[in-house]
């Protein structure tokens, strides 16, 4: 077990909301006025979680790069989720699976909001390789809205071997890349479910694209080339969500 501060009215919300028995204090700024702030000091002071009021020197340097409003909380990180728990999860949503695989993506900014987009989603599990991705850092926690408290993230030691296992339970694979003509609207999203994206600037590599079932892109008829990693996630999540409540 590890304690890190999650910082910012959304983080600091979703952890008392979902997660409050690994709140251990709440940090609130001196002399500011934020209803939603005070909000969450009343929440953790009835929860019986000990409330400080500490000046915002202290706070900037409990959030270092992070944009705290004014709140953080110290929080027990619960054990991540094992690449061996998957087929569990997998299990539990049969049908419905809907699995998440980022290749590669490495700004926490980007991380989080992924994360935030596979909440709303209910998406079964977020899938990263351990090497190529960052942690369930401050920045990444306050950009997934609580996003991070809500949707499995499993950091595997190997992702190609991950994305077989995948295949062989059933799930089929969807990859994105620009460089095809298919497009995501084409592609039945419908079942057991993997969508794969790469990360900044590389896109997936290729091993990774090599594994997917389906590759297609996002149209883009404007002038742009491509999109941010999130603003793809999250197009490509909702499509297979779209398609899904139409089979109903």
């Not at 939603?36 to 409990?62: F, G, S, T, Y």
């Not at 990180?77 to 061996?84: D, F, I, K, Y």
């Amino acid at each position: 077990m590890s304690e890190s501060w999650i910082v910012g009215i959304n983080p600091v919300e979703g952890a008392l909301s979902n997660d409050a028995e690994r709140v251990r204090e709440v940090v609130v700024e001196q002399g500011q006025r934020n209803a939603r702030v005070q909000e969450l000091a009343d929440r953790a002071k009835a929860l019986k979680i000990p409330v400080q009021l500490r000046p915002r020197e202290q706070l900037d340097k409990l959030a270092g790069e992070a944009r705290h409003q004014g709140v953080a909380a110290l929080y027990e990180a619960p054990p991540l989720v094992h690449e061996n728990d998957l087929a569990g999860l997998m299990a539990r949503d049969g049908s419905n699976t809907l699995v998440l695989v980022l290749d590669g993506v490495t700004d926490p900014h980007n991380l989080g909001a992924c994360l935030r987009s596979a909440a709303a989603a209910k998406v079964t599990a977020v899938i990263v390789p351990k090497d190529r991705a960052v942690g369930l850092t401050p920045v990444v926690r306050r950009a997934s809205a609580g996003g991070a408290d809500r949707v499995p993230l499993i950091a595997v030691t190997n992702l190609a071997r991950t994305l077989r296992e995948l295949k062989d339970a059933g799930v089929w694979i969807t990859g994105l890349d620009g460089a095809t003509e298919t497009s995501v609207y084409e592609v039945d999203l419908k079942g057991p479910v993997a969508l794969v994206l790469g990360g900044e600037g590389e896109g997936m590599r290729r091993l990774t694209r090599e594994l997917c079932d389906f590759v297609a892109k996002i149209p883009m008829p404007g002038t742009m080339e491509s999109l941010n990693v999130s603003v793809a996630t999250g197009i490509i999540l909702f499509e297979a969500l779209r398609q899904r409540s139409a089979r109903r």
